[in-house]
């Protein structure tokens, strides 16, 4: 049967999008709104002793300042999807961090709320704060077992020690903000003592319930509206503060509010990807088996949360070896809490295994693909179940005949271009294949249109046209007769868009209720006595082409198929839990908490994506500049649903990587526990200019046992392997080993 | 100091008589005034391209002009094409090349494009990817921003020809 599923689709939604029609949160038109400009802490610890606003009410145009003093009792903290309490806010006068919202100016225009903004007077009882893990008075503590967990298997000290050659290196990765160009927004209407909230989300129904929680209201009187989402990458998935005190501005004023936090504020009221710290020890035999591997990892999260990545539970897994041992580390500073941000777990620790991976090779004079090779897992090294496919070895294989792995002279700073040394390095890449709990809503028509409903997200993934696929393939129409609704609470209840497992989520949803569509109409073009398909085994009838179709091709019109049914429309609505889920997984979703199966838990298989990442880098002779001349990764990721979007999702991801390996570091003023380059021409990312070749692999890679479409997400990984594969070619290029992030000229001198 | 100002702005073949507040930025009076919401806001600060117009056919950020200082003829990602009529050739070339995801900085993308291709910039791709790095993209579509480019450019030539 031909499928729609893996054929290259053009976005639905691409004509919004070039047009400037897409309507993004704060592009909603709401009447006569009031605007609001944050303020936010000048020090990083201590208390507020008092405000002195008569300068700022005094511009013309402002409506109020609301403050703890104000308004503290009217809304509690958000609930956190990890890591258990956060900072407060305005609840009251405690100061957790630099740039904690400390109170809202609300003003006519958002002229008049930013000037009186920079006119109040803030006065502080300041204390001496720690910025980051050395600093005097930060607290570490070990990881309890729990949401993550260390793993001890075999005797890892005892094979360290017996080990024919011994590999041992600390890595250091940096803080990192997400900074999506669309800036953290939020505008709020009540009517009727209902709620409604424009906000870019990955995750409508997990904001209705934690501000429904905040402000103590039902959540069906909230309803939150997020339809296009200007890039997320981690930063809009969990509840921020500034939501729930948009709305208390707006219910004291009776009036719409409209938020557009700056560039500066985005990098201290959301999230961000904290530091880490690394210490490896491999031991392995001489022709190269691992014997044992320790990954332990130290990581920075706030005050009060215990949010951490722990992605030794990814490193553990990667390669076939008997002893293993892992722990993570926190360490409370006086920061904001630190969040999702693409690939949380692997960005960071494969950084460190895939660097000592490449280190130990070296060592073993082996070339590092055949070191990887000698170590392929065959089954979970943790939990001893086997992988729902996993073609690694596969994807080293094919990427390094297409990247021309075998013309690289082994020899560290051997090869050159002219003036430029020319460095090649290659690296793992995994991430766990994920699915959640999803409903959705499908409604067939006559005429052979259909539409969609799902409350899902889209983020620059192409979501919107991996449903009408999903639904075009099932209901055997062309995508572009499928109208798709998506981001708003009204709808079918969808899970976070994040870890990956946003498509496979709703395209098992989306094809669960075509599926009971197909089943009415097949039900009743075989019971009833006239018409083609009468008498006929309704499970062997397909909707192709607009027909309900018999094997043998006899076919009734879909117009007519339908109509019998119904002179309108045939609707199904179907609840997809996943295999292994919990019960009561729609009911954590609608209370807001996300159903997700992660591929690591599960108790019949593991379920992991694979790939392998090469890169070619060029470092100046005499400047040490470093160029990315040519990426290329290899995926084999389960089906994909659309090669089009899924390139970019690819492409995007890796020069995430190119960014995190050589640019992006946010750096903090160590006195004032403050980030210093917080605007978008200080912290860099890649322009135009900084990016050449990159080549996207996608190998078949179609196994059941993930999921029933086979789906394994593939937002995340492009970025995985990308950090260690340059770190991995600036040694070959210099022969220099650089093991912390990001690789500046500096390092290279 | 509350001042009101009157000013005559000219965007896309139409006028608008806005009164306004002097300190009111051009994105500003387009979002929050005029409705025009395809041009975005990515940092107010100049530095990410989101907010691109054209004014008199050259690229100018609307964040770093202050309506009261506007002159000639703004053109906004709205006033390349109709509501559903053929799209302007960078259009239809992003469309096509898949060059964007999340599709935030896209219309800033698209106006500087166009600009890039009427400068004279677009004449190979190292001359598109300098010409076009005053835009970011943090879904980081770059490879297919340039081959779009490169693909509208001779269409645009062809129609001024
Ligand atoms: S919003 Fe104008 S350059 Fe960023
Ligand atoms: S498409 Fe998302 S920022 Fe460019």
Redo the contacts with the bound molecule.
């Keep these: 049967m031909p499928t729609l599923i893996g054929q290259p689709t053009p976005r639905i939604d691409g004509r919004a999008k070039v047009t400037g029609r897409a309507s993004y949160a704060s592009d909603e038109p709401v009447a006569n709104p009031a605007h609001a400009f944050l303020l936010t802490s000048f020090i990083a610890r201590g208390r507020i002793t008092g405000f002195d606003f008569a300068e700022a009410k005094a511009v013309p145009g402002v409506l109020d300042i609301l403050t703890h003093e104000s308004v503290g009792s009217e809304a509690k903290p958000p609930k956190q999807a990890s890591g258990g309490p956060t900072t407060t806010t305005m609840e009251d006068d405690q100061v957790w961090h630099d740039g904690q919202i400390i109170g809202i100016v609300l003003a006519d225009t958002y002229e008049a709320a930013r000037e009186a903004g920079f006119r109040v007077r803030v006065h502080y009882a300041a204390e001496t704060p720690a910025a980051s893990f050395d600093a005097a008075g930060a607290e570490r503590e070990r990881r309890d077992d729990g949401e993550h967990q260390d793993y001890a298997i075999g005797d890892a000290e005892g094979a360290l020690g017996a080990a024919e050659v011994t590999l041992q290196a600390a890595y250091a990765t940096p803080t990192q903000h997400h900074n999506?160009?669309e800036l953290f927004t939020t505008t709020c209407a009540w009517e009727n003592g209902n709620l409604t909230i424009w906000e870019p989300s990955q995750f409508v129904y997990g904001l209705r319930a934690n501000v429904a929680g905040q402000l103590g209201i039902p959540p069906e009187r909230v309803r939150v509206i997020s339809k296009f989402v200007?890039?997320a990458f981690g930063s809009k998935g969990g509840a921020t503060a500034r939501t729930a005190w948009i709305a208390v501005a707006a219910r004291r004023l009776g009036r719409p509010v409209k938020l557009v936090a700056t560039r500066d504020q985005g990098f201290t009221i959301a999230t961000y990807r904290a530091e880490t710290r690394h210490r490896i020890r491999l031991g392995a035999t001489r022709d190269g088996r691992l014997t044992a591997l320790v990954h332990e990892g130290t990581e920075v999260t706030s005050r009060p949360s215990r949010y951490n990545v722990s992605g030794n539970e990814t490193t553990a897994r990667l390669y076939a070896c008997p002893n293993i041992l892992t722990r993570v580390d926190i360490v409370h500073a006086d920061r904001n809490t630190p969040g999702f941000m693409r690939a949380p777990p692997e960005t960071p620790y494969m950084f460190a295994l895939e660097s000592a991976v490449d280190e130990l090779a070296e060592k073993l004079r082996l070339d590092p693909i055949e070191l990887r090779r000698r170590n392929d897992a065959k089954t979970d090294p943790v939990s001893g179940l086997p992988f729902a496919g996993r073609r690694l070895m596969a994807c080293f294989d094919e990427g390094a005949a297409r990247f021309g792995w075998a013309d690289r002279n082994p020899r560290a700073g051997s090869m050159r271009d002219g003036e430029w040394l020319v460095g090649l390095g290659c690296a793992s890449a995994v991430y766990e294949t994920n699915i959640a709990a999803c409903a959705a809503r499908v409604s067939l028509r006559p005429n052979g249109t259909a539409r969609v409903e799902v409350a899902g997200h889209d983020i620059?993934t192409g979501a919107y046209t991996v449903v009408a696929i999903t639904a075009a393939d099932r209901l055997g129409l062309d995508a572009s007769v499928i109208d798709v609704a998506m981001g708003d609470t009204t709808l079918p209840a969808a899970p976070l868009a994040a870890g990956s497992s946003h498509t496979a989520s709703l395209a098992n949803a989306v094809a669960a209720a075509c599926e009971m569509v197909r089943d009415r109409l097949a039900r009743a073009a075989t019971t009833r006595n006239a018409g083609p398909l009468a008498g006929r085994d309704p499970g062997t009838l397909r909707l192709v082409d607009s027909c309900l179709t018999a094997p043998d091709g006899v076919a009734e019109p879909l117009s007519d198929a339908v109509s019998r049914l119904s002179p309108g429309v045939v609707e199904a609505f179907a609840e997809n839990i996943p295999d292994g889920a919990p019960p009561d997984a729609m009911g954590k979703l609608h209370a807001g908490t996300n159903p997700i199966l992660r591929g690591y838990k599960r108790s019949d298989v593991a379920a992991y994506a694979f790939g392998a990442q090469f890169v070619e880098v060029r470092v100046h002779a005499r400047t040490r500049e470093i160029r990315v001349s040519r990426m290329l990764g290899a995926f084999a990721a389960g089906n994909i649903v659309n090669p089009i979007a899924a390139h970019s999702q690819y492409m995007g991801g890796m020069i995430w990587g190119l960014s995190a390996a050589l640019l992006e570091k946010t750096e903090l003023d160590d006195s004032a526990a403050r980030y210093v380059n917080d605007n978008l021409s200080e912290y860099h990312i890649p322009v135009c200019a900084d990016v050449r070749d990159v080549e996207v692999m996608m190998l078949p890679d179609d196994d059941d046992r993930a999921n029933p479409l086979g789906i394994k997400g593939l937002g995340e990984i492009g970025i995985v392997g990308m950090n260690a594969a340059i770190a991995n070619a600036v040694h070959h290029a210099t022969g220099r080993r650089i093991r912390e992030l990001p690789i500046r000229i500096e390092d290279l001198l | 100091m509350h001042t009101t100002m009157q000013t005559i702005l000219r965007i896309n073949g139409r006028e608008a008589r806005l009164d306004h507040d002097p300190r009111i930025t051009l994105l500003d009076a387009l979002r929050e005034r005029l409705g025009l919401t395809g041009t975005k806001k990515g940092c107010d600060q100049g530095q990410c391209g989101a907010c691109t117009v054209l004014i008199d056919g050259r690229r100018v950020l609307s964040c770093f002009s202050l309506v009261a200082a506007v002159e000639g003829e703004v053109t906004t990602i709205e006033g390349l094409s109709g509501e559903d009529g053929p799209l302007h050739p960078m259009q239809q070339a992003f469309l096509d090349r898949d060059a964007?995801?999340?599709?935030?900085?896209?219309p800033g993308?698209i106006m500087s494009a166009i600009a890039c291709v009427t400068e004279g910039h677009a004449g190979s791709p190292d001359e598109i990817r300098e010409y076009m790095s005053g835009n970011?993209?943090?879904?980081?579509?770059y490879p297919k921003i340039v081959e779009a480019v490169q693909q509208a450019a001779p269409h645009m030539r062809g129609e001024t020809a």
């Design positions: 999506p160009i200007g890039g620059g | 964007y995801q999340c599709g935030y900085c896209t993308q970011l993209c943090r879904c980081a579509a």
